[in-house]
């Protein structure tokens, strides 16, 4: 099984809808976690950090489920521009290493 | 402010040949990390350094694969002999320090193609 797993979609959505992703880890001691953004052709772009508590900037949400141990990315009223592949990562155990997942692709359509 | 940047942006080369890639991390960032790109296995970590160090080398996929840190500002990641299965997007990334909850920042990253 792989430490962070993720569903590669393409989830095809259209303009204005919300869609939401999941990440599971398998490391319970995994405490940091976040969420990346890449464009094709591009780097991975930080996105946002997964709090506790969960945590909004604008349109998007991020929660953590620890019993369950996945997070999610939630995106409400989707615009073109969100097309991109999402990547989660996890920090592995006690250290300042990232494990990423293969990454969830977005396609929004008009 | 520059961001992390990486050097060449794009490489072709044939097997067998020496390939060098290089990065400067963000200024002030006292970690560093090599990451390998592909379509079949995502975002795989090669090797990080803290502090010039090399930390965590496992992820290195062969004695052919090698990296330094010489100072704060510069490093690379080598490969000799390159062979085909080694074509991938190479990133490189800084953080502020080597703590569980410091984000990565990528650089731009170099496309190998190995022929």
């Known amino acids: 099984r792989k430490e962070v797993e993720q569903d590669p979609g393409p989830f095809n959505v259209p303009e204005g809808a919300t869609v939401a992703f999941n990440c599971t880890y398998s490391?319970?001691?995994?405490?940091?976690f976040f969420w990346y953004r890449q464009d094709c052709r591009k780097e991975p772009k930080l996105l946002m950090s997964?709090?506790?508590s969960g945590n909004e900037d604008g349109r998007f949400t991020a929660q953590l489920n620890r019993a369950s141990q996945y997070i999610s990315l939630l995106i409400r009223d989707s615009k073109l521009s969100d097309s991109a592949t999402y990547l989660c990562?996890?920090?592995?155990?006690?250290?300042?290493?990232?494990?990423f997942g293969q990454g969830t692709t977005l396609q929004v359509k008009p | 402010d520059a961001g992390v940047i990486q050097s060449p942006r794009h490489e072709v080369t044939e097997m067998g040949q020496e390939v060098t890639l290089r990065c400067k991390p963000i200024?002030?960032?006292?970690?560093l990390f090599w990451y390998r790109q592909t379509m079949m296995r995502g975002l795989e970590l090669l090797i990080y350094?803290?502090?010039?160090?090399?930390?965590?080398d496992s992820g290195m996929p062969e004695d052919r694969f090698s990296a330094k840190m010489p100072n704060a500002s510069f490093s690379t990641l080598k490969i000799q002999p390159s062979e085909p299965r080694d074509s991938a997007v190479y990133f490189c990334?800084?953080?502020?320090?080597?703590?569980?909850?410091?984000?990565?920042?990528f650089g731009p990253g170099t496309r190998l193609t190995v022929l």
């Open positions: 990334a800084s953080s502020p320090r080597l703590a569980v909850n410091n984000e990565q920042f």
């Open positions: 490391n319970s001691a995994s405490q940091s």
């Open positions: 997964v709090y506790s």
């Open positions: 990562a996890v920090n592995s155990g006690n250290t300042g290493k990232l494990i």
């Open positions: 200024s002030g960032h006292n970690s």
């Open positions: 350094f803290n502090n010039n160090v090399p930390i965590d």
